[in-house]
C-alpha cells in the first residue's frame, strides 16, 4: 500500500524536470535553447543561454535592473522580439544580465533584465550577438509537458 501511494506521488515528480537552458549548433552561428514548466519559464530560460553564448553568466551580478516590453503577431516571434530587446539593451548599457523575469499576456511580454555593466577585468566576452533570427524558431509545449522556447542567434 505505501509503495503504491509512493508510486502515485513521486511518478508525477519524476517527470517534471528542473527549468535548464542550453546551446545548440547551427553552423557559424548558435542556437539557444530554454526549457521550463512554463512559456515564461522557458523565455526566462533562453535569455540566459543567451547571456551565457558572451560571457559566463555565474559572473554576472544583478546589481541593476532594466525594463522591457515586446509585442508581436505570435509567440513564436514574441521570442524573437524578447531575445533582441535584450540584445539591444547589451548594447546600449554595455551591460550583461544573468537574471531575467517574463510575464506574458497573449503575445505581449514584460520582462525584467537584472544585470551589470560589463566589467573586462571580470567578464571575458567571448562575442558579440547581432540578433536572434527565425531559424529553428520553435516556442511549444512538448509531449511532457514541458515548454522550449528556441531559434538561432546571429554572432
Excluded at 65 to 70: A, D, F, L, P
Excluded at 98 to 115: D, E, H, I, N, Y
Aim: a negative charge; proline letters at 3%.
Amino acid at each position: 500500500m505505501l509503495a503504491e501511494i509512493s508510486k502515485r506521488i513521486l511518478s508525477p515528480l519524476m517527470r517534471m524536470k528542473m527549468a535548464s537552458w542550453e546551446h545548440f549548433s547551427h553552423g557559424s552561428d548558435i542556437g539557444v535553447r530554454g526549457i521550463g514548466s512554463s512559456a515564461e519559464e522557458a523565455f526566462e530560460q533562453a535569455a540566459i543561454a543567451l547571456t551565457a553564448v558572451v560571457a559566463d553568466v555565474s559572473a554576472v551580478e544583478q546589481s541593476e535592473m532594466v525594463e522591457v516590453r515586446c509585442d508581436a503577431p505570435d509567440v513564436e516571434l514574441l521570442l524573437v522580439s524578447w531575445l533582441n530587446a535584450i540584445i539591444y539593451e547589451m548594447a546600449v548599457r554595455r551591460m550583461l544580465f544573468s537574471k531575467f523575469r517574463v510575464t506574458l499576456a497573449g503575445c505581449s511580454l514584460t520582462g525584467t533584465l537584472a544585470g551589470e555593466r560589463v566589467d573586462p577585468e571580470r567578464h571575458e566576452v567571448a562575442v558579440e550577438p547581432k540578433g536572434a533570427t527565425v531559424t529553428a524558431l520553435r516556442v511549444a509545449c512538448e509531449k511532457d509537458g514541458q515548454w522550449l522556447a528556441q531559434c538561432v542567434v546571429d554572432v
